[in-house]
């Protein structure tokens, strides 16, 4: 089992960067596929950017291709998001979630497909 906790968000400017982090706990995070989604209040949970477990693989969904950028870091337990030139309609709680694979380079899209999840971190952007 493991346990994410992410961290990093904010208030900030339209146009401005930010940088959201998950640490997970445990010794295997290499062996799990990690993403970022965001809920914003009323809509549905969205899928952002999934990375695989090898970090060679990475998918982003449409609205944040370009702007946002995910890393991870196997050796500090650590994934990524770099956000730049935000927009208020990036608002939303933004969410890690992992999935143990056996796959290196297998990015998952779907929030059924993951387990694990952070409490997730608040970013606003006003308009």
């Known amino acids: 089992q493991v346990q994410l906790v992410e961290s990093g968000g904010g208030l900030v400017q339209a146009g401005g960067p930010l940088r959201l982090s998950c640490v997970a706990s445990g010794r295997t995070f290499s062996t799990y596929a990690m993403a970022w989604f965001r809920q914003a209040p009323g809509k549905e949970r969205e899928f952002v950017v999934g990375?695989?477990?090898?970090?060679?693989?990475?998918y982003y969904a449409d609205p944040v291709k370009g702007r946002f950028t995910v890393s991870r870091d196997n050796a500090k337990n650590t994934m990524y998001l770099q956000m730049n030139r935000l927009k208020p309609e990036d608002t939303a709680v933004y969410l890690c979630?992992?999935?143990?694979?056996?796959?290196?380079?297998?990015?998952?899209?779907?929030?059924?497909?993951?387990?694990?999840w952070g409490q997730g971190t608040q970013v606003t952007v006003p308009s």
């Open positions: 979630a992992a999935r143990l694979t056996t796959f290196v380079n297998t990015v998952y899209q779907d929030s059924i497909q993951y387990t694990y």
């Open positions: 990375i695989s477990r090898s970090g060679s693989s990475s």
